[in-house]
């Protein structure tokens, strides 16, 4: 299986190319921001964790399912510029969101799935594009991401510039991605390019598709080396920057 982490940056359209993966070319996508909020949905051990840590104040009542949830807001406030409970709720998130994803991966494998997408906004921040077979940009010129972003957010031109300027640039992630999907121009153009880069993943999984199935062993030993590949090139790129 080649699992592929997708990722954008504001206005870049990601979402466009993710809805074309799943609804024309049947891809399974999973969205990490979805799995973030399903680990902390009612009765779940982070969120009872948090709840144990920070008291009643960190939840709402929710009419429309009927109980407390997780109060995003008040949360934010008792994390913002504190950077020891940033620490420690990354402590309790991340290893529940990274469980909960293996095991949409897992069943994505039995489900006869050649190809994964890992829909994650923070691919390259968050480092996790060390920890998939391929890492893929959505990209367009930060012209046109400005652009975008002004007429969807209905913004001017110097706050659409502060929300980009509060993100990693988009230019400087096209180092980091082992492939780039152009989507600089008209909507057929990014299906074409989209059917274009799906028709490559197929190529590359058609014969690994076999394999895993009939050897799992060597699927795991693949899956191994290209964790380790990718954590070294990650590696080695950190350290040119620098």
């Avoid at 466009?16 to 993966?21: A, D, E, G, H, I």
Wanted: glycine share 4%.
């Amino acid at each position: 299986m080649l699992v592929v982490g997708l990722t954008g940056g504001i206005s870049t359209g990601k979402s466009t190319v993710t809805q074309r993966l799943r609804e024309e070319h049947k891809i399974k996508v999973v969205d990490l921001d979805a799995v973030a909020r399903q680990v902390v949905e009612p009765h779940t051990p982070a969120l009872r964790q948090i709840v144990d840590r920070y008291g009643k104040e960190v939840l709402r009542w929710d009419d429309k399912t009927q109980q407390e949830v997780l109060d995003r807001p008040s949360l934010g406030k008792i994390l913002f510029n504190d950077k020891a409970e940033k620490k420690w709720i990354e402590g309790v998130l991340h290893p529940a969101i990274l469980k909960r994803t293996a095991w949409e991966v897992l069943k994505a494998y039995a489900s006869l799935h050649s190809i994964v997408v890992l829909d994650v906004p923070l691919l390259f921040e968050a480092t996790l594009h060390r920890y998939v077979g391929l890492a893929a940009l959505v990209y367009c010129s930060p012209q046109t991401q400005l652009q975008r972003l002004m007429a969807r957010d209905s913004v001017s031109k110097e706050e659409a510039e502060k929300k980009m300027a509060a993100q990693f640039p988009i230019d400087d992630k096209v180092s980091l991605a082992d492939q780039v999907i152009h989507n600089d121009g008209t909507r057929e153009d990014t299906h074409r390019e989209v059917a274009m880069v799906v028709q490559q993943w197929r190529d590359r999984t058609r014969w690994w598709y076999v394999v895993q199935w009939l050897c799992p062993p060597l699927a795991a030993a693949q899956a191994a080396w290209i964790i380790w590949s990718k954590k070294k090139q990650g590696e080695s790129k950190g350290e040119k920057r620098e």
